[in-house]
């Protein structure tokens, strides 16, 4: 099956700018999260989409961050300004609806978008 | 507030010795429990969950409750097992996963 795809892989933005990722997630998952990894640190989550509605959005920090998933397919987040401590890899992923799972659980990852705010 | 703590941000073993990457708990249900890992220049990817009970790799992990531990363990280390290797739990029906910070695994030749 084809795997969580994100784009783009790299990005360099100076502070203050705007920058959005895109992520499309296997078909048929209904679950799609957000996860910022800083370096040396685990991910952490930002947003969790259930379709398209949001299940848990505690640790985005709204004042500056945003995401959507329309038609509760792909999804984009966005950074709006970016500041110097956004530098990390945002990475997406996608599980079933744990009524769906027979068994498998895991979230499938996509490859991360690595931004660097300079 | 359920955690995960790996202690180890670390470890460098020798090709054929025995490794253990530890992954301690805090929850005081039921947890479903996973290791994921991530090799150089790959996606972060599931190795196994505690449900299955299986041997991925050559790695195993048990879930000790009394010990709120899950770690993961192999006999003989390969150096293609180096990597990063993350815990991660999930207790509710959301999936919602809360994860370590990571252990980098070094085998050395």
């Known amino acids: 099956e084809a795997g969580v795809a994100q784009s783009p892989r790299y990005k360099i933005i100076e502070k203050r700018q705007s920058v959005a990722f895109w992520c499309n997630p296997i078909?048929?998952?209904?679950?799609l999260y957000w996860y910022q990894q800083i370096l040396g640190q685990g991910p952490k989550l930002l947003i969790q989409f259930q379709n398209n509605g949001v299940v848990d959005d505690s640790q985005l920090p709204k004042d500056r961050f945003s995401a959507e998933r329309l038609k509760g397919v792909d999804s984009t987040l966005k950074i709006q300004p970016a500041k110097l401590e956004d530098s990390a890899v945002y990475l997406c992923?996608?599980?079933?609806?744990?009524?769906?799972?027979?068994?498998?659980?895991?979230?499938?990852f996509g490859q991360g978008t690595r931004l660097t705010v300079v | 507030a359920q955690r995960v703590t790996q202690p180890e941000k670390l470890l460098s073993v020798f090709k054929g010795a025995p490794v253990e990457l530890k992954c301690n708990y805090s929850y005081s249900g039921s947890p479903e429990l996973f290791w994921y890992v991530q090799y150089s220049r790959q996606r972060l990817q599931l190795l196994l969950r505690h449900i299955s009970r299986e041997s991925i790799k050559g790695f195993t992990a048990d879930l000790n409750k009394g010990e709120t531990s899950f770690h993961l363990k192999k006999p003989f280390a390969q150096e293609e097992d180096s990597a990063m290797y993350y815990c991660?739990?999930?207790?509710?029906?959301?999936?919602?996963?809360?994860w370590g910070a990571g252990t980098k695994l070094i085998i050395k030749p």
């Open positions: 078909s048929g998952h209904a679950t």
């Open positions: 992923a996608s599980s079933l609806l744990r009524s769906q799972r027979t068994g498998r659980t895991e979230a499938f």
């Open positions: 991660a739990l999930t207790v509710d029906s959301n999936y919602q996963l809360i």
